[in-house]
């Protein structure tokens, strides 16, 4: 799998490093020609650029690539630019790295759809997730089992939660269905927040935009994700 990086700083780095490690292809990009001289040697490729130039970004591979994280921190302009000019040029699976709350409301109110906060191990959790397709965040309880969001399979729409038999067929149990915000002027200006349906009708069936939330072994979730 084949990932861009930018923004090389502590989580930046950490993050491109446990991709590279994991054997995928990593981009990394910064602005400071000092970085790139550390890392040079680390990833598959270093570049130089102001990504808050969108003719710069303009020449990155971004249809070539699994996800592309922005992993700026300090500066918010430059994090915010850099994703508006990655949301305006249709790139596949973006990334934003938000540093507070203020932060990450901004970039999910830009459409920024997922938005990690700087937590403990949040990089080595972020390249864990990557590997798993369509998962939107993933936490480990254990060295075996996890907790996964899930995008809806496309062969789940329209089919309700038990006929697709998810624990008998995939040892998968379902914990919450979460169901986006109904489509309008406004939800089209501003992102909002899905509502988890923790006790979700067993008469009311999978649509598009679900988001599941699933619990099970690590190797049972990448088979399900199809990964």
Excluded: W
């Excluded at 990334?95 to 191990?121: F, K």
């Excluded at 480990?140 to 496309?154: G, R």
Aim: aromatic share 6%; glycine share 8%; net charge negative.
């Amino acid at each position: 799998m084949k990932y861009i990086v930018i923004g090389l700083g502590e989580f930046g780095s950490k993050c491109a490093s446990v991709l590279t490690k994991m054997g995928h292809e990593v981009v990394g990009i910064d602005n400071s020609g000092e970085l790139l001289e550390e890392f040079e040697e680390s990833f598959t490729s270093v570049i130089r650029m102001d990504t808050t130039n969108i003719n710069s970004v303009k020449t990155l591979p971004l249809d070539d690539v699994d996800a592309t994280i922005v992993a700026i921190g300090e500066d918010v302009g430059a994090s915010v630019l850099t994703l508006s000019i990655l949301k305006n040029l249709k790139a596949g699976r973006i990334i934003g790295r938000a540093i507070n709350e203020t932060h990450h409301n901004i970039l999910t109110q830009i459409g920024i759809e997922e938005v990690i906060l700087p937590l403990e191990d949040s990089a080595f959790h972020l390249a864990s997730m990557l590997q798993l397709k369509g998962v939107h965040r993933f936490t480990e309880l254990c060295h075996d089992y996890a907790i996964a969001e899930v995008k809806v399979p496309k062969d789940f729409i329209g089919h309700l939660p038990a006929s697709v038999k998810l624990e008998e067929r995939m040892t998968i149990k379902l914990i919450a269905i979460k169901r986006p915000p109904e489509q309008n002027f406004m939800s089209s200006v501003f992102k909002r927040d899905y509502r988890t349906d923790l006790f979700f009708s067993p008469d009311t069936p999978f649509a598009e935009g679900d988001i599941l939330v699933i619990a099970g072994k690590v190797s049972d979730i990448k088979r399900f994700s199809g990964s």
